[in-house]
């Protein structure tokens, strides 16, 4: 805690994971992508349901804690609004887990015999103290939601790696080996890559890839103060201004089913909140009346200066974009304004579908053109000035790794 920020909460354990990186025998494998939390909740919004809260602390919640029952808050005058999210640490215990992010996520094939490879080291670097909320009091959702004086921290402790091992030892496993070696001269694995490119929006962000396959784009918005102190920042779409009773009576005026959370409210923190870049969501309103009116803006994508898609598209066409780059039937958003204001993001396949199943190389061939890609506002009213949206792209690429005789690597982006 700090100054008057009495409120620090945990994030969704894998926000406090900034970057993983991946070296045999010194060769970078993976050099990881910085803001790999914000990887992580961009694809966590895309699925349909939520991390396990066991394990993965995927709930915020403002009086509750899952771990002891205990509870965090209560009125503003009382001691226990000071207590702070904590949890046994004795006999090394360990209350949350993660796995190594996209590499041993998404690498093919899936069991990967290490014999063959240079020792393999895993750097884990940690996310800043930005991603824990800072609110100013317990008590209240107003003051759970409104940032303190100072930015609260957290430490870790107690980690260890869990890996699973497996042994063949039927003599046929390294007959298939060394037929494979004699006949190619190494064996392949592949796996999902990632670059990440920071920037400001005002309406035009670009990047450049030289990938062999670059797969999908993937832009995520978040509003320009995101790593200053703030409180928890409310899903849109649940009833968070209410102290619901238990059981749930007609007066509870729920606007949407509760999810486990207590009180049937939702939380984000700051740097995980996904915000569209238009210049007034749906929800704000002034004197002069509600923004339902406002045009949305439209956003297109251009690599080379080809356009994809080739019109003008609004952002309710970039939400089905966005599925079919998933390639899902539904996000984690219970709504349409839940997807604009805390989960927005838009991407582009360019890869053919379930491709990345049958480990073939299916995207882009950017190699010896290092391509320019533009992500661009053609029409609309977008944040301007100190309002303006932070971004970041994510450019997807399936990466290629060949291990020869003698454990030689070499590495294909």
Not at 170 to 193: E, P
Request: charged share 15%; hydrophobic share 40%.
């Amino acid at each position: 805690m700090a100054g008057t920020s009495r409120a620090a909460r945990l994030p969704a354990a894998k926000s406090l994971i900034e970057r993983i990186v991946v070296t045999a025998g010194g060769i970078q494998i993976d050099s990881g992508i910085a803001n790999q939390n914000v990887l992580e909740q961009a694809l966590d919004n895309m699925k349909a349901c939520e991390l396990d809260p066991v394990d993965s602390h995927s709930q915020m919640t403002r009086n509750w804690n899952g771990y002891n029952n205990e509870s965090f808050g209560g009125a503003d005058s009382d001691d226990v609004t000071t207590v702070a999210e904590t949890y046994n640490s004795n006999n090394d215990a360990t209350q949350f887990a993660v796995d190594l992010g996209h590499f041993f996520r998404t690498v093919s094939p899936n069991l990967l015999d290490l014999s063959l490879m240079p020792e393999i080291t895993v750097t884990i670097y940690t996310a800043d103290n930005s991603v824990i909320t800072s609110g100013l009091a317990t008590g209240t959702v107003a003051e759970f939601a409104t940032a303190g004086t100072g930015q609260c921290t957290y430490t870790i402790s107690n980690y260890s790696l869990l890996v699973p091992c497996y042994s063949i030892d039927d003599g046929m496993y390294q007959k298939v080996i060394q037929s494979r070696m004699a006949d190619s001269g190494y064996l392949t694995c592949s796996w999902d890559g990632y670059d990440a490119f920071n920037d400001t929006f005002n309406g035009v962000t670009r990047c450049a890839s030289a990938a062999s396959s670059l797969d999908k784009i993937i832009a995520v918005f978040r509003h320009a103060t995101y790593a200053a102190p703030a409180g928890a920042v409310r899903v849109i779409g649940y009833n968070n201004n209410l102290v619901l009773a238990n059981p749930l009576t007609q007066d509870d005026h729920c606007a949407l089913e509760q999810p486990a959370t207590y009180g049937g409210a939702k939380y984000l923190c700051a740097p995980m909140n996904f915000t569209s870049p238009m210049l007034h969501l749906p929800e704000n309103t002034d004197a002069g009346g509600d923004h339902i009116n406002d045009r949305e803006p439209e956003l297109a994508w251009s690599i080379n200066s080809v356009r994809y898609p080739q019109f003008n598209a609004n952002l309710a066409a970039h939400y089905q974009l966005l599925k079919d780059a998933f390639e899902v039937d539904r996000t984690q958003s219970q709504s349409y304004l839940e997807w604009l204001t805390n989960r927005f993001m838009v991407a582009l396949r360019l890869n053919l579908p379930q491709s990345t199943a049958l480990r073939a190389k299916s995207g882009l061939d950017l190699r010896g053109s290092n391509s320019s890609i533009l992500l661009s506002c053609v029409s609309g009213d977008i944040k301007t000035g100190a309002d303006e949206a932070n971004v970041i792209l994510l450019l997807q690429s399936t990466r290629e790794l060949r291990i020869g005789v003698g454990k030689t690597l070499q590495l294909i982006l």
